[in-house]
């Protein structure tokens, strides 16, 4: 089985990975995954918030990956060794917890993902760098031609993407549903997807960031729910 969800922010929105919020998981093994699509928070100071949600965690059935947001102490999350799973490649933060790196396509379960983290932090003008802001939250230039080397290798077909904010294209849907959208904001990271959109084929794309769930055709922002794709 995998499942996919939004933001969790630890701890501010993990609850909906609670037993009681999804009881699917009392039947699933670490054969079975759940994917969360950026900001993921877990790794944001190594403090006793830290560790009580890496023992919770790490005591799951189930193997929990993410990608990054733009929310994450990319420092830490760098410094982390890197190595191979699943046909990608990972960091690995407790045995049944594994961040996919950018630019990766994984083999799981019989299908293909393509994975790529990231986003800008509009708020990040209230935010430290080195403490509560990182400028690795934005992809680079190395890491988009990464994605798309590794997407060309694939004859530029996937079955899922997984990204943390989208694809420009999608961006009307979401201004629709904003109360306070800012036109001026820098969408360099939707650009890019965007290109990265315009030449491949997929089954379906899922991304989080905005903190809202709908679905546009093959195009899928999610937030709070949680979506079983196999």
């Known amino acids: 089985m995998i499942y996919l969800t939004g933001d969790t922010h630890i701890p501010v929105d993990i609850d909906k990975l609670s037993t009681s919020?999804?009881?699917?998981?009392?039947?699933?093994t670490r054969d079975d995954f759940v994917i969360v699509l950026g900001d993921f928070g877990l790794l944001w100071q190594e403090d006793k918030?830290?560790?009580?949600?890496?023992?919770?965690?790490?005591?799951?059935?189930?193997?929990?990956?993410?990608?990054?947001?733009?929310?994450e102490n990319f420092d830490w999350l760098n410094s982390l060794p890197v190595e191979s799973w699943h046909g990608g490649h990972v960091h690995r933060i407790a045995e049944n917890i594994l961040h996919l790196m950018r630019g990766e396509v994984f083999e799981i379960d019989g299908s293909?993902?393509?994975?790529?983290?990231?986003?800008?932090?509009?708020?990040?003008?209230?935010?430290?760098e080195g403490i509560s802001w990182?400028?690795?939250?934005v992809p680079s230039k190395a890491e988009i031609d990464h994605a798309i080397d590794n997407l060309a290798r694939r004859g530029?077909?996937?079955?899922?993407?997984?990204?943390?904010?989208?694809?420009?294209?999608?961006?009307?849907?979401?201004?629709?549903?904003?109360?306070?959208?800012?036109?001026?904001?820098?969408?360099?990271?939707e650009k890019a997807l965007q290109t990265i959109k315009d030449t491949i084929h997929y089954r379906d794309?899922?991304?989080?960031?905005?903190?809202?769930d709908f679905d546009d055709n093959h195009c899928h922002a999610m937030y709070n729910r949680i979506v079983r794709l196999k």
């Not at 990182?134 to 939250?137: I, Y």
């Open 134 to 137: 990182w400028p690795q939250e």
């Open 205 to 212: 794309w899922y991304f989080g960031h905005w903190h809202m």
């Open 21 to 28: 919020s999804f009881p699917e998981q009392k039947q699933m």
């Open 156 to 189: 530029n077909q996937v079955d899922y993407v997984l990204t943390h904010t989208c694809p420009l294209d999608a961006l009307p849907g979401i201004r629709l549903r904003m109360n306070n959208w800012d036109g001026y904001a820098n969408r360099s990271v």
């Open 49 to 71: 918030t830290y560790r009580y949600w890496l023992d919770i965690l790490s005591h799951r059935r189930y193997t929990l990956l993410f990608i990054d947001g733009n929310h």
């Open 112 to 128: 293909t993902f393509f994975t790529l983290g990231g986003a800008v932090s509009h708020d990040r003008i209230y935010r430290t």
